[in-house]
């Protein structure tokens, strides 16, 4: 029901075109950013860089700084200021997401703003309090904390509040998060560093032992996205991928199959579904019933990866899920808890 009072304010901000009350949400990723305004749904999905001139100056941010990542002269720094789900540098985070708050026409020096930030669900308390420092210098009047698996849970439509087991794994850029949620609480979780950026990395290095080649970060990514797979069998495509030949220093290229992508990524593949199998092995049995008959929810960029699903659904015995939306899951459902923040306030941390 709204309020008298929230009339009021209403009624002011369209008279005088100010905005004197904004709820929102962000997914501060290893990866990628995401906004999300109340009433607006997203306002901005970008990956997490930083281009900045001199030590001093911005001169880009989000996806236009990525495309500079190994390709910048030396005054120009490109950076990723999050690592592994934590803010790695404090600074570069504050003028990425001030510059995204720009970009989103968000101006957010006036006026209650009530701020959640999704955190991953093993942090210190230090990292806690960097997310809250950084929340408020950007404007917040109030911040709120969320586990990113208890958001995506809730971005998903699971009914997080009922007395029984549901299994959330979420491959981001940095960390695998696993975590099994009942009664509105997370029962089990792990981390493990093993996650989409692990498979870029295994691809680049195997490209380098075979062929003598060396590949940036961004191309090895594509390579993943565009003809890798979990499996052996299910994907069949070849790609021609170009660096440094790093016998001669000149530039060569070299074609590359499915198969070696699938050979190069797969000993990742294989830890990330035994950290699901060990929570699974820690898990009451009333819980994991649960999980059986519901399935496993994948989320995350990473759970993009081709047949990862099916993949995991074989070596773990239980149904697997992938959301429909695994990069957007996680602000989606902040922003869900936010909106109905009576049904979700215990979701908070
Ligand atoms: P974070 O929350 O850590 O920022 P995201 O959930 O945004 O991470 O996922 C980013 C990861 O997902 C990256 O490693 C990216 O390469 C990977 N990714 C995105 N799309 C795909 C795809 N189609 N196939 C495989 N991996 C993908
Ligand atoms: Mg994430």
């Not at 000149?250 to 199959?257: C, L, Q």
Request: aromatic share 6%.
């Amino acid at each position: 029901m709204m309020g008298l009072l929230d009339r009021i304010r209403e009624w002011f901000e369209s008279l005088f075109g100010v905005v004197l009350k904004v709820d929102m949400a962000i997914d501060l990723g290893t990866a990628n950013t995401l906004i999300y305004l109340v009433g607006e749904g997203i306002v901005l999905n970008e990956p997490s860089f930083i281009a900045i001139e001199n030590k001093s100056e911005v001169v880009a941010v989000g996806r236009e700084a990525k495309v500079m990542w190994g390709r910048s002269p030396k005054h120009i720094d490109v950076i990723n200021p999050i690592n592994d789900g934590v803010i790695d540098h404090y600074d570069a985070t504050y003028f990425m997401l001030r510059n995204f708050f720009n970009k989103a026409g968000l101006k957010l020096k006036t006026g209650k703003v009530r701020m959640v930030m999704c955190i991953p669900s093993k942090v210190t308390q230090v990292e806690k309090s960097a997310v809250v420092d950084i929340a408020h210098e950007l404007g917040a009047k109030e911040v709120l904390l969320i586990d990113e698996p208890m958001a995506a849970a809730i971005g998903a439509g699971i009914p997080i509040h009922e007395p029984r087991g549901n299994m959330v794994v979420d491959i981001g850029g940095g960390t695998t998060d696993i975590a099994v949620i009942s009664m509105g609480g997370i029962s089990v979780k792990d981390s493990i560093r093993v996650a989409g950026n692990e498979l870029d990395e295994a691809i680049r290095n195997y490209v380098r032992d075979k062929y003598n080649l060396l590949i940036g970060w961004s191309d090895a990514e594509n390579v993943k996205i565009s003809i890798g797979s979990a499996t052996p069998e299910e994907r069949k495509g070849r790609m021609v991928v170009g660096g440094r030949d790093l016998a001669s220093g000149t530039p060569k290229e070299v074609e590359i199959t499915s198969e070696e992508v699938w050979e190069a990524v797969s000993p990742y593949v294989e830890t990330m579904v035994d950290a699901v199998r060990r929570v699974l092995d820690i898990t009451t049995p009333e819980l994991v019933s649960d999980i059986a008959k519901n399935g496993v929810y994948l989320t995350g960029g990473g759970s993009l990866l081709h047949g990862l699903d099916r993949f995991m659904e074989r070596k773990i015995k239980v149904k697997v899920v992938r959301v429909s939306n695994p990069l957007e899951v996680v602000v989606l459902g902040a922003g869900k808890a936010l909106e109905e923040y009576d049904n979700y306030r215990n979701a908070f941390v």
